[in-house]
Every structure is written in structure tokens, then in C-alpha cells.
């Protein structure tokens, strides 16, 4: 019987270590030290322009790119990187002031001042790329530069969250001469100021990153440099770390290959980690579909999907069922789409389409990334389409692309319902609600939703108590559950896979699900 709190139990890692008269722990000077490590990935990036990218491509521009603010390992909140202080200068939360650290340059030698910290943030907005890191934005009102060193942001609002979207690599600080002020960078090159330089970039295949020497941050690099391999597959990955062409996986791993590793792991060399994450699945509503569009169409289909199935049939339990947009853990979350809809029901699912007029199967589309989330997602989709074309009332059609097409699809509103996951940008309750409303959002599809953008987060992001903001979101979340515009499916969390001579894995993801590559080492050896 499939049980909610089902868990994997991660794997510990075991190191027999033999100790040996006359031998010492090798300098950094060994082989491993220069080698780089090899990371593989379904996560592809999108774009390599921070204006432009509110998706996976922040994996890569963690670690190439530079923000004022950053999380530590086990920093709860983000800290000072670029900056050397940051705080709010006000009672309201309305001007926040960031004063730099010395002699900050670029991977080109150029300088990094203020003036190029307000030109990064000011580019993003001037841009304003549909479904873009804009929207990340909303409450700032202009950007001061005081002297080289000091930038203060002036909002509109009060803002308590600003810290956390300063943090975000979409607020990545790019070199003015070299990122155009009012249009993207075209070509395959970075030029940053974070821990490692990107020294070379195959689109689609992998980017060789390498350490940055001029680097000035928190960043505590374990290792000299890393290549990440992009894979379309996710057997194809997993084949790659058996066969010792890759040292670790990051985002992508399938759920058999998860349990396989947990179980058998040790005796084939492997490590499994698992790191609690707020990541969740979600379908969304096109309001511009003549079905998709009617509020009768969308709690019939939240009435007939059985998350539970999917979570255990398709995911084997590695992922757990969802039933509100803010994921379990975080303030606001609630159990909304399963105190009212209750199990699984056909029948229900019947009335409600009956009460509204529509007696006939429902035809609908459903989308997804062909190579996003892992191999999970295709027979998922095939799940869901099991399950509404079961139900009587559905005939589902199944399409795909990869994402780089995907992504522009969805911001030009070509698809009727289409499956979308969201790592978060910061460890909040509103980074699971602000993105997905207002006339421009994450997903490139219009939600207006007046009461939350007009009234509760306004509200919420005045209290700096993040813990007192429940009462907002539950409100929010009832707007989202009455609306059923978004249907979540499932929480999960995030499972690194390396051999056994990786250390580092279990402090490589920050609270925003990125993998911070330079925490990422060889194992010491004796």
C-alpha cells in the first residue's frame, strides 16, 4: 500500500580507510587535485544572459557569476559575497544599502563598481524578457550609486524579501562592456566575476568552468575546476557514472536508478545523497484555451488526478503527493486541493463538468520537456493521460519538446496545459506564489490575481518576522485553490549521485537547489 510518508533513507557513505606506517595525506599538489571533476546533468541551460533566464540556467550562473548576497553552507539566510555589508537603512523596509568589497574585478579585468551593479539590475528591467527574471523586480522603484563602492536600492513598497532576490543568479552583476544595455548578449561567453571562469561552453553538450583566481566571496572552493556535461538522456547519464566518464549527477536522476543506487550502491562504488528540497510539479491552466480556460474543465481534471499513483507507480516514492503550490515545510502550506476534492473521483469529476454544461469528452493537450526533469516526466505525462482518458470525460493529447523550444513556447502562450517544475529562488512562501501572477510571470502566462498582488503580499512582505506570514499566504493559497488555474502534483527532493571518491555532495546544494560546484572535492588520500 502506498504510504505518504514513505521515505528513501539516504545512503551513508562508507570509506575503509587503511592506515599505513610512513604515509601521510598527499598535498594539494596530487593528480586528483588537478583533475577536474565531472559533473552530468539533464539541466540545460536556456540562455547564458542572466536577463533573460528565470529557469535552470542558474545552476551555471551560480558559479560563474557574482551576487551582492549568497548562501554559506548551513546559512539559513543569504550573507555578503560580492558586498561586503548589506542591510536595510530604514525602519520600513523600503531602502536597502549594499556597500562592496575592495577591488572587485571581472574574469576580463575590468572593474566591478556600483556603477556596474546598478547597470546588471537596471539592464534586467530595461530588457523585461516575457517570463523573465523582471518580475523578480516588482518592488523596485531605482537604483542610487553612492561613490564606487556603495549601491542603494530604493522600493516602492516595503520588502522584506528583497535580500533573498538579491541573492538570486537572475541579479548576477555582468561586465557593462561587454553585456548590452537594452538587448542580450548573443554569443557563447560569460564574463563574471564568481568563483570559477567559464573557459569554454558546448551548447547543449558542456561547459568547462575553471577557478577564477581573482575571485572575492564566500565561495570556499575545494577544488581547481569542473566540467559539467549537459545529457538529453537520463539513462545515458547514469550509464556515464557507472562507466566512470562522470564523477557525479545533479538534477536528472531517474527514481528506478535512485532506489538501485540506494540499495546496491556500496557494493559498485556508488554514493547516494539525499538533500531535502522544497522542489515541486505542477500542471499550468492557459486562460487563452477555449477548454483549458473554463474553471469547470480545470477542477474536473484536479478532481480525477491521483497524485498518490503517480507519486508511487511512476516516481517509486522518491517524490511525495502535493496538494498546495507552497510545498510542505514552508509557511502557507496547506492541504487545500485534497480537503476539497478529497480522493480521486470520476464521478465527481462528472458532475462538475455536468453542473457547467458539458457533456462531451473534453479534449486537451498536455506539454512537457522532453529533457528537463529526467526520464521521469514522459511516463508521468503518460500517467496523467491514463488517468484523465480512464475517467471517461478526457481525451489527452501528449506533446513534447525539448527545452530550449519548450520554454519559448510556453512564454508565447502555444500550449493548452503544460507541466512545468520550480526549484525556488529562496526558501520562502512568496517565491511559491509572487512568480506565477501578474500580468508578466515565470511562466510567460497571465494570472491576474488582484487580491494577492494588490493586497497579500503587500501585506506579507512588510513583516520581517517571516514566520508570521501564514495567515496571507493561506489566503493566497485558497485564491489558487478556487481559481485551479495551477495544479500541484508532487513535492520532491534532491538526490546527488557520485563515486565514492567525491566528497562535498552533501554541502553542494544551497537553499535554492543549486549546486554550489565548489564545495565538490577528491577524498583526501593516504
Known amino acids: 500500500m502506498f504510504k505518504r510518508d514513505r521515505r528513501l533513507r539516504q545512503l551513508a557513505t562508507v570509506t575503509s580507510i587503511t592506515m599505513v606506517a610512513g604515509c601521510g595525506v598527499l598535498s594539494s599538489d596530487s593528480s586528483d587535485d588537478k583533475r577536474p571533476i565531472v559533473v552530468g546533468t539533464t539541466s540545460t541551460p536556456s540562455t547564458l544572459d542572466p536577463a533573460a533566464a528565470w529557469d535552470g540556467s542558474w545552476e551555471l550562473f551560480r558559479n560563474v557569476f557574482q551576487t551582492l548576497l549568497n548562501y554559506s553552507p548551513d546559512a539559513a539566510e543569504p550573507q555578503p559575497d560580492a558586498a561586503e555589508s548589506c542591510a536595510f537603512t530604514?525602519?520600513?523596509?523600503?531602502?536597502?544599502?549594499?556597500?562592496?568589497?575592495?577591488?572587485?574585478?571581472?574574469?576580463?579585468?575590468?572593474?566591478?563598481?556600483?556603477?556596474?551593479?546598478?547597470?546588471?539590475?537596471?539592464?534586467?528591467?530595461?530588457?523585461?524578457?516575457?517570463?523573465?527574471?523582471?518580475?523578480?523586480?516588482?518592488?523596485?522603484?531605482?537604483?542610487?550609486?553612492?561613490g564606487d563602492r556603495e549601491v542603494v536600492f530604493h522600493l516602492s513598497e516595503p520588502d522584506a524579501t528583497f535580500p533573498f532576490v538579491?541573492?538570486?543568479?537572475?541579479?548576477?552583476?555582468?561586465?557593462?562592456?561587454?553585456?548590452?544595455?537594452?538587448?542580450?548578449?548573443?554569443?557563447?561567453?560569460?564574463?563574471?566575476?564568481?568563483?570559477?571562469?567559464?573557459?569554454?561552453?558546448?551548447?547543449?553538450?558542456?561547459?568547462?568552468?575553471?577557478?577564477?583566481?581573482?575571485?572575492?566571496?564566500i565561495a570556499d572552493r575545494k577544488n581547481n575546476a569542473v566540467t559539467i556535461r549537459y545529457f538529453q538522456q537520463s539513462s545515458q547519464m547514469v550509464d556515464a557514472l557507472r562507466d566512470k566518464q562522470i564523477d557525479v549527477i545533479y538534477r536528472g536522476l531517474p527514481a528506478s536508478d535512485t532506489v538501485d543506487i540506494q540499495a546496491n550502491g556500496e557494493e559498485e562504488g556508488l554514493q547516494l545523497i539525499e538533500n531535502p528540497t522544497t522542489e515541486i510539479s505542477y500542471l499550468v491552466f492557459n486562460p487563452k484555451d477555449p477548454w483549458a480556460k473554463n474553471p469547470a474543465v480545470r477542477k474536473a481534471v484536479a478532481q480525477v488526478v491521483d497524485r498518490p499513483a503517480l507519486a508511487h507507480e511512476v516516481y517509486k516514492d522518491t517524490v511525495e503527493p502535493l496538494y498546495s503550490m507552497i510545498p510542505r515545510g514552508l509557511v502557507g502550506h496547506t492541504t487545500g486541493f485534497f480537503d476539497d476534492y478529497g480522493d480521486p473521483s470520476a464521478k465527481k469529476a462528472k458532475q462538475i463538468l455536468e453542473d457547467a454544461g458539458i457533456t462531451e469528452r473534453v479534449p486537451l493537450t498536455l506539454w512537457y520537456t522532453s529533457d528537463r526533469y529526467g526520464s521521469q516526466t514522459k511516463p508521468a505525462f503518460e500517467e496523467l493521460k491514463r488517468q484523465l482518458d480512464a475517467s471517461g470525460l478526457f481525451t489527452v493529447t501528449l506533446k513534447s519538446r525539448p527545452w530550449k523550444t519548450y520554454v519559448q513556447g510556453y512564454q508565447k502562450g502555444e500550449y493548452p496545459v503544460f507541466g512545468r517544475g520550480w526549484f525556488?529562488?529562496?526558501?520562502?512562501?512568496?517565491?511559491?506564489?509572487?512568480?506565477?501572477?501578474?500580468?508578466?510571470?515565470?511562466?510567460g502566462t497571465p494570472y491576474e490575481a488582484p487580491e494577492i498582488t494588490g493586497s497579500l503580499l503587500p501585506e506579507s512582505?512588510?513583516?520581517?518576522?517571516?514566520?508570521?506570514?501564514?495567515?496571507?499566504?493561506?489566503?493566497?493559497?485558497?485564491?489558487?485553490?478556487?481559481?485551479?488555474?495551477?495544479?500541484?502534483?508532487?513535492?520532491?527532493?534532491?538526490?546527488?549521485?557520485?563515486?565514492?571518491?567525491?566528497?562535498?555532495?552533501?554541502?553542494?546544494?544551497?537553499p535554492a537547489t543549486m549546486m554550489t560546484m565548489w564545495a565538490l572535492s577528491w577524498k583526501t588520500s593516504w
Not at 562592496?100 to 563598481?113: A, V
Not at 571518491?501 to 554541502?507: F, P, R
Request: glycine share 8%.
Open 166 to 217: 538579491l541573492s538570486t543568479p537572475a541579479m548576477s552583476i555582468v561586465d557593462p562592456e561587454e553585456y548590452p544595455a537594452d538587448s542580450l548578449r548573443e554569443d557563447s561567453g560569460i564574463t563574471g566575476s564568481g568563483p570559477y571562469n567559464l573557459e569554454s561552453y558546448d551548447d547543449g553538450d558542456k561547459a568547462r568552468l575553471v577557478r577564477n583566481d581573482s575571485y572575492q566571496g
Open 461 to 510: 512582505r512588510r513583516k520581517s518576522d517571516r514566520g508570521a506570514v501564514a495567515e496571507e499566504f493561506e489566503k493566497a493559497q485558497q485564491i489558487f485553490l478556487d481559481d485551479a488555474r495551477l495544479l500541484p502534483l508532487w513535492q520532491g527532493k534532491q538526490y546527488v549521485a557520485a563515486n565514492e571518491e567525491i566528497a562535498g555532495a552533501e554541502k553542494a546544494i544551497d
Open 424 to 443: 525556488p529562488d529562496f526558501a520562502d512562501a512568496d517565491n511559491f506564489v509572487a512568480p506565477f501572477v501578474g500580468e508578466q510571470n515565470a511562466l
Open 90 to 146: 530604514d525602519s520600513s523596509s523600503t531602502v536597502y544599502s549594499c556597500k562592496l568589497r575592495e577591488g572587485l574585478k571581472f574574469s576580463d579585468g575590468h572593474e566591478l563598481n556600483a556603477e556596474a551593479v546598478k547597470y546588471s539590475i537596471d539592464r534586467v528591467r530595461k530588457i523585461n524578457v516575457n517570463g523573465g527574471p523582471a518580475g523578480l523586480l516588482g518592488t523596485l522603484s531605482r537604483v542610487q550609486v553612492k
